[in-house]
Antibody, heavy 122, light 106 residues
Framework: EVQLLESGGGLVQPGGSLRLSCVAS????????LNWVRQAPGKGLEWVSG??????????EYADFVEGRFTISRDNSKNTLYLQMNSLRAEDTAVFYC?????????????WGQGTLVTVSS | DIQMTQSPSSLSASVGDRVTITCRAS??????LHWYQQRPGKAPNLLIS???NLQSGVPSRFSGSGSGTDFTLTISSLQPEDFATYYC????????FGGGTKVEIK
């Protein structure tokens, strides 16, 4: 059974940093693209970043609004996905979901974690 | 970025009704269009991939169609568990989602 478990969310002041983690199980982690998708309170879904699986060379992509503030990474030996978030803004307040792709590179999200809430506020 | 526009943004329907949700892309995306269901407080769930491929375990009352810029999600006979918000998403380029369609009980 595929499972994705996010952690690392919490309350942070504007300008602060936070690192999210997503521990995966139930599939060959290194072979699949992993993504972060966020959802602001009461709003829709917004893709944040993705990192390809082995077949895609581990390439990374970011949404335009990231503007160099976030870094996605993966540790295939630990089956863990990360999102380092710096220079956080109030508008980054959201539930952040880890989402698995259907193969090494496709942006079709077949499994999702339960999400971790990030609140940016003074 | 490719913009995805869903309509309507919300609808009220009764159990047993046929429901249709539309998604339009700002440029052609072939069939790289996927549909998700999200129940309150839960993570999204993939229903249909590449316009019309029903995911394993998803009831056959759900169907998808379309190509190019215009797509449709249809629920043939609405069930109580189908009251949720539905999102389309394109994977032709950097992923983007539609704004969502909330299906409420009439």
């Amino acid at each position: 059974e595929v499972q994705l478990l996010e952690s690392g969310g919490g309350l942070v002041q504007p300008g602060g940093s936070l690192r999210l983690s997503c521990v995966a199980s139930g599939f060959t982690f290194s072979n699949y693209v992993l993504n972060w998708v966020r959802q602001a309170p009461g709003k829709g879904l917004e893709w944040v970043s993705g990192i390809k699986g082995s077949g895609g060379g581990g390439r990374t992509e970011y949404a335009d609004f990231v503007e160099g503030r976030f870094t996605i990474s993966r540790d295939n030996s630990k089956n863990t996905l990360y999102l380092q978030m710096n220079s956080l803004r109030a508008e980054d307040t959201a539930v952040f979901y880890c989402a698995k792709g259907v193969d090494y590179g496709s942006s079709i999200f077949d499994y999702w974690g339960q999400g971790t809430l990030v609140t940016v506020s003074s | 970025d490719i913009q995805m526009t869903q309509s309507p943004s919300s609808l009220s329907a009764s159990v047993g009704d046929r429901v249709t949700i539309t998604c339009r892309a700002s440029q052609t995306i072939s069939i790289y269009l996927h549909w998700y269901q999200q129940r309150p407080g839960k993570a999204p769930n993939l229903l249909i991939s590449t316009a019309s491929n029903l995911q394993s375990g998803v009831p056959s009352r759900f169907s998808g169609s379309g190509s190019g810029t215009d797509f449709t999600l249809t629920i043939s006979s609405l069930q109580p568990e189908d009251f949720a918000t539905y999102y389309c998403q394109q994977s032709y380029s950097t992923p983007t989602f539609g704004g969502g369609t909330k299906v409420e009980i009439k």
